[in-house]
């Protein structure tokens, strides 16, 4: 799959996550932004343009159930993938996610979405 130009945001409060999400894409050929919060997201969102988000449940500030509420708001079509450590699952896709994922994460089953993802 053709990833030029394909750029990510990942948010999620946790320092590793972060840390392995971005090396995990960069190295699969993605541009990555990574936050620490859905505030931060939301910011990042409104001045940048993205093929995809990665979006933790749990986040200071602003969780990640309402970080895609507000992107939906927004009229940003882009794809949503939830993660957390919790079955939140139900919650993400009511919203608007298009995929959910249980951390820990499988690298090479969120490489397999992704490519579905971002080939639609």
Known sequence: MQTDNKKILVADDDDDV?????IF???????????????????????NSYSLLITDYMMPKLNGIELIKRVKG??????IIGISGSDNEKEFLAVGARLFMT????????????????SI
């Open 103 to 118: 951390k820990p994460i499988t690298l090479s089953i969120l490489g397999n979405a992704l490519e579905r993802e971002l």
């Open 18 to 22: 972060r840390k392995i999400l971005s």
């Open 25 to 47: 894409l960069t190295f699969a050929g993605y541009n990555v932004d990574c936050v620490n919060d859905g505030e931060e997201a939301m910011r990042s969102l409104e001045k």
């Open 74 to 79: 927004l009229n940003l079509s882009l794809p």
